[in-house]
């Protein structure tokens, strides 16, 4: 296997997430994860992710591997682990509580009719 193409088996339409903020589409998904990839940059290391929520972990983790970026998952959420990763990490991303950036007033802040992204297939190597 070359890659991992995200998301090809559904349609923009279709219902990719159910939770807090209600049902979510994969254009929904798209639109998100462009938001992210665009705000996280360019990231010279690694990016400490801690989502509590699954749909802003998958938004977090896609938009990172959509810029190549390094992805540090913590084993637990405590206070001090996420602390001490945070400091060998070059950034840090959270959605309510952690270290670094709050993932949730990117995706808030943003205009909502920012065009969707297109992914790019996810090299199998990487």
Known sequence: MTGFEALGAYALEDCIAIGEAGPRSVRDLLRDIGRVSAA??????????????????????????QRGIVVALPPNAREQTLADLAQRCARSLHDGSGPGDDLRAWLTAADRSQPIATLAPIDAAA
């Open 40 to 65: 996280l940059g360019d990231c010279p290391g690694e990016l400490l992710v801690s989502c509590h929520d699954r749909y802003h972990l998958a938004v977090a983790l896609l938009a990172a591997w």
